[in-house]
């Protein structure tokens, strides 16, 4: 039997009435788009973090574009994020008609690294979009002081981070606005797509709530700017405020997981994540290194591990993003880490002694590298 990289399977047994009975409840509630269910979600996903105002959506990636939006970024503008991030963080951008400007990331904990922040600013830059990757935060405190600097907004990417902290902050009110995925591998996954947008700012809630609704204002008003259908579903949104009063408890199932790896894997010569003083780290992946990363890739198959890598391609290497005029060399770190880097399997319910199989073959497998 494969130990798959990610599964919900198991937690899905341990929560199925609960999960039917969300379903169930949408569906006898006589209304089943924009209801109580969004609404009800996006109440307790704002009241979670102590932010104003959740806008419910379709997905994260529509999450990320809509939040630059409603932040007025759009054609002509530049948005600074990083190349060593899941692909929507950018093509979020470049759907909104702004340029992505990278900078690299750090070697030790994969994140943006902001002392290169400032060198990329120019007179077009309207928004920085750092990652919180992984499941930990960026540094915020540097971006916020050259974001007040150069009038500029921030929003932040937590497709990798719910419920992340750093210091008191929790991971989504630490800028203008915030963008989540509830893709099911996310921290706090769906049952099929969904996203959502934090704001503390009365205005940009308001305009998300246009954007994601035709570019209406209410139901069958007229269109001042059209928009797109960026709805979050009911069934979904019912099923997501279930799952979120259990959110903690994921965390410290992935926490104990990491630790297990942490015990077990310590010695072998791979590298582990690093946690920033100062974060709490929620492990949406557990992304490790190695120098030969691709021959214990392919001795671990015989296994029956499935391995991840997050990500092989650095998205400014990616044809997809060739008019960006990067060259496959611009971001050293980036690219260094894209040939050493994969994930264990991760998730809340690995049962231990899966866990123990892999840790066990991994072990046997560096030994005879
Ligand atoms: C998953 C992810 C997204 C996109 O979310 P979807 O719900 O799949 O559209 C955006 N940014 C990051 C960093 C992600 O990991």
Known sequence: MTTRVWDYLAEYENERAEILEAVDTVFRSGQLVLGSSVRGFEEEFAAYHGAAHCVGVDNGTNAVKLGLQALDVGP?????????????????????????????????????????????????????????????????????????????????????????????????????????????????????????????????????????????????????????????????????????????????????????????????????????????????????RHPRRDDIIEALKAYGIQLNISYPWPVHTMSGFAHLGYGPDDFPVTGKLAGEIFSLPMYPALQADRQEKVISAVCEVLAAL
């Open 76 to 288: 002509g503008d530049e948005v600074i994020t990083v190349s060593n991030t899941a692909a929507p963080t950018v093509i979020a951008v470049h759907s909104t008609g702004a340029t992505p400007v990278f900078v690299d990331v750090r070697e030790d904990d994969f994140l943006m690294d902001t002392a290169q922040v400032a060198a990329a600013i120019t007179s077009r830059t309207k928004c920085l979009l750092p990652v919180h990757l992984y499941g930990q935060c960026v540094d915020m405190a540097p971006l916020r002081e050259l974001a007040a600097e150069h009038g500029l907004s921030i929003l932040e990417d937590c497709a990798q981070a719910h419920g992340a902290r750093h210091g008191d902050a929790i991971a989504g009110t630490m800028g203008d606005a915030a963008a989540f995925s509830f893709y099911p591998t996310k921290v706090l996954g769906a049952y099929g797509d969904g996203g959502a947008v934090l704001t503390s700012t009365d205005e940009v809630e308001a305009k998300l709530r246009q954007l994601r609704y035709y570019g209406m204002e209410k139901q069958y008003y007229t269109v001042s700017t059209p928009a797109h259908n960026s709805r979050l579903d009911e069934v979904h949104a019912e099923i997501l405020r279930r799952k979120l009063t259990r959110l903690d408890a994921y965390t410290a199932g992935r926490r104990a997981v990491a630790e297990r790896y942490a015990e077990g894997l310590g010695d072998t010569g791979l590298t582990l994540p690093a946690t920033v003083p100062g974060n709490e780290h929620v492990y949406y992946v557990y992304v490790v």
